[in-house]
Nanobody
């Protein structure tokens, strides 16, 4: 069974850092993504990384967030620095495979001002 399991969320003060992890139960995913969904808003793409390590970011997180992956561990990470209250959201990892999207359960990140 394919599973994505996130960890690492929590409460942090503005300016602080958190690192999210997302472990996959299988090694089939080429593209790994992080999305986030703030209360009352749509889920939006935050960062993407390919199997080879090419990365892209939403403008709102460029220079503050870093996506990385350990292919041997089937795990993708999101290092979040200089956090702002507007980064508060549920963060989801996502991976597409053969026309289907796989999602983790989400992890809450709350940034206090």
């Amino acid at each position: 069974q394919v599973q994505l399991v996130e960890s690492g969320g929590g409460l942090v003060q503005a300016g602080g850092s958190l690192r999210l992890s997302c472990a996959a139960s299988v090694s089939i995913f080429s593209i790994r993504r992080w999305y986030r969904q703030a209360p009352g808003k749509q889920r939006v793409l935050v960062a993407t990384i390919t199997f080879g390590g090419t990365t892209t970011y939403a403008d709102s997180v460029k220079g503050r967030f870093t996506i990385s992956r350990d292919n041997a561990k089937n795990t993708v990470y999101l290092q979040m620095n200089s956090l702002k209250p507007e980064d508060t959201a549920v963060y989801y990892c996502n991976s597409p495979h053969l026309g289907r999207d796989y999602w983790g359960q989400g992890t809450q990140v709350t940034v206090s001002s």
